[in-house]
């Protein structure tokens, strides 16, 4: 088959509309079998320790019901670099940089601009501006249709199943830290001792031999884990279409569970813009959610973004509604 026939195949499986990814699971589960013919596994199952990045303080952890909106942006980075946990950066592949989930992990990215949807794998820390949520390589981005400016209001969702099972693959081919190691010191062997008893009256000299008692053969090693990767192209580069939907650029500076902290803190940001408290519920719970906004533009939401971080709201981001 030609070139331009398999690009056009390609091209067109791009664009299939509303089409799940059930085969995703069995792709994986087949992977994890491996193959002799295949690299070994690279990169590594990593969360890593809080870090601070422009201001912002970043807590990374494990989490398969992550559901977030925001601005997303494209990856510009040197092809064959290396990613946080290890692997190899290519702009081609459908891969993303997170500032806080477990690497690796799948999440559902939607363009909420054009309704746009693909899934991607999340392999490197970032992005760099702390205004924007995921960072998307350059074919994610092509894919979900970013503008020329890189920027677009997203949803991402963490795939729970498929997710799970990339971290299985990736701790199975994590080294452990020397410090966690349990070392083991091999028993002594007991030798084996003789003497010489004087014979009773009567009888012959003999010689009398005691034998310590063998120690128990040590357990067999276990062999070793199987490293095989998941292969980043091995997404499937199915795309879902849905009713565009765009939402208001807000700057949420803040979640309590007291309205006292909450008008607080909104005291406290008058000056870095019109900041308002909203009650709100989740998983039960009353919450009190600061807000700056709404902005036109998202050159306005990165000036509030910004002016609520010189006011000491580290934790403030910005989010679509």
Known sequence: MTRPALAAIAAAALMLAGCAETGFVAQLGKRLTGSASRDPG????????????GGVWFSPREDYDLDETGLATVIRQRAGSRTANGEVFDP???TAQHPTLQLPAIVRVTNLENGRSVLVRVNDRGPVDVGRIIGLSEASARVLGLPAD?????RVQVVPEESRLVAAEARARTPVPESERIV???APRIPVEAETLPPPPGARAATMVRVAAPLPAPPPAPPPLLAVPLRTDALPRTLRQQ???P?????????FGSARNAEALRTRLAAAGPA???????????LYRVRLGPARTVAE???LLAATLRAGASDARIVVD
């Not at 890189?150 to 997203?154: F, H």
């Open 42 to 53: 690279e990169g590594s199952f990593v969360v890593g320790e809080t870090y601070r990045r």
């Open 92 to 94: 081609a592949k459908l």
């Open 150 to 154: 890189g920027v677009a209001q997203v």
């Open 184 to 186: 083991v010191a091999s």
């Open 243 to 245: 009713p565009p939907a």
């Open 247 to 255: 939402g208001r650029l807000w700057v949420q500076a803040g979640v």
């Open 276 to 286: 308002h408290t909203s009650r709100v519920t989740a998983n039960g719970r009353t």
């Open 301 to 303: 939401a990165d000036h």
